[in-house]
């Protein structure tokens, strides 16, 4: 989709490069004249008496340098370097005007539809554990597969993983189900080595947004700024895995200051790589270990029906009422949630019916042979005839005593 600037759009353009994408300096020209063309042409004495920054000014008085600033974006964008959508047009989405410092612009690469779709941001640490990792990647196949677009933050670890399950679809419907949130510019790379990363987004219908100017390279203060648009865009955000000063939990919290619920993932009280998860359901956050529960507390809120995967390894179907929906009628009578289950898709490993059981009792720290026949009340020559199956269809391994899912 290729915009057509108008007036007003260049102006606003023309805004965001004088304030260097200063959200307040914005919201204080546009508060003050209503909009970006008077702002624009209002006199730099103007712009001093509502305290805006030297540099913005200094900026503002050289006409002849935002001129060139457009022309550039006008070439990039004629050159399909990126593509770019202002806040007044109708396919903005709509999540990001009701921030308390929406942006007024997006820099864009690959299918901008997605940003109107139903979305669930995950996020969590850059180093996780093989744990966590697995189940990042599970957690967005899955609500992938349930309709919604997973986003994140392009970063290494966890967000990586979560982009990775939306677009690795054994069906390619579902594929390209992802939105990455840039904390550059749009055509500054970051991490470096995330360029596979982003052009398989784009190749398969996600979208890679940015709305900081092109070639800003990363800087602290901008991945907060990336995250208050992960958490703004979507429904609710999954934490699965953040230590307890990870950018992730800022994500979190942002969240939570727009209404939104946050869902952290539990781990091992010991696990240090977590402790962000405990603080968070320490101070609310709704505990969950299956997606099903997500899909629960939050489809009332989506614009379109999602479906629950209760089929699909390696979950187990949660024992969990169904929760109604707020309803508008009259009688104030609350309407049921309907949750339709659409049969597995195809999986890479299929688990034969007999040994299924004791797969979903497997996780990824692994159980030993004593802790296995007490659970499943197995005998342990018919018990330990399964684990081989299971390690012959490669789905589990053992490792010191200990039988884990690979």
Request: glycine share 6%; aromatic share 6%.
């Amino acid at each position: 989709m290729t915009v057509t600037m108008t007036a007003d759009n260049r102006s606003a353009l023309a805004l965001w490069f004088e304030v260097n994408c200063s959200l307040s300096a914005y919201q204080k020209l546009m508060l003050k004249f209503g909009s970006a063309l008077s702002a624009w042409q209002a006199s730099a004495s103007e712009w001093q008496q509502l305290g805006i920054h030297k540099l913005h000014i200094e900026r503002h008085k050289d006409n002849a340098a935002t001129l060139k600033f457009i022309e550039t974006i006008e070439i990039g964008l004629a050159r399909q370097k990126y593509q770019l959508i202002f806040a007044d047009h109708p396919d903005f989405p709509l999540n990001l005007l009701e921030l308390f410092d929406p942006p007024p612009l997006i820099f864009y690469q690959g299918n901008i539809k997605r940003l109107v779709e139903p979305q669930i941001a995950i996020v969590g640490s850059r180093k996780p554990s093989a744990h966590a990792q697995k189940i990042t990647f599970d957690l967005a196949q899955y609500l992938a597969q349930s309709g919604l677009v997973i986003t994140s933050g392009l970063a290494m670890g966890v967000d990586k993983r979560a982009h990775l399950g939306a677009l690795l679809q054994s069906d390619p419907r579902y594929q390209g189900r992802t939105i990455g949130v840039m904390g550059t510019g749009i055509d500054v790379c970051y991490p470096n080595h995330h360029d596979q990363l982003i052009a398989q987004i784009i190749d398969q219908g996600g979208c890679i947004i940015s709305e900081l100017l092109p070639k800003t390279p990363p800087q602290r203060h901008t991945f907060p700024r990336r995250n208050r648009l992960v958490a703004g865009l979507s429904a609710a955000t999954i934490v699965t895995e953040a230590a307890l000063k990870s950018g992730s939990l800022i994500t979190a919290r942002l969240a939570s200051e727009q209404g939104k619920q946050v869902f952290a993932v539990p781990s091992h009280i010991d696990n240090v790589n977590a402790e962000g998860c405990h603080h968070l359901i320490r101070e609310g956050a709704t505990l969950i270990y299956h997606p099903d529960q997500v899909l629960m507390d939050v489809s009332w809120q989506l614009p379109t029906a999602v479906t629950a995967n209760v089929n699909d390894a390696p979950y187990e179907k949660p024992l969990l009422p169904k929760r109604p929906a707020p309803s508008n009628t009259t009688d104030n009578q609350p309407k049921a949630v309907s949750y339709h289950v659409k049969k597995a898709l195809p999986q890479a490993l299929m688990v034969p019916d007999h040994l299924n059981s004791i797969y979903q009792r497997l996780d990824w720290h692994g159980q030993d042979l004593d802790a296995l026949v007490t659970a499943t009340k197995i005998s342990p020559p018919e018990l330990i005839g399964q684990l081989m199956e299971l390690e012959l269809l490669g789905a589990i391994r053992e490792q010191g005593g200990r039988y884990l899912r690979v």
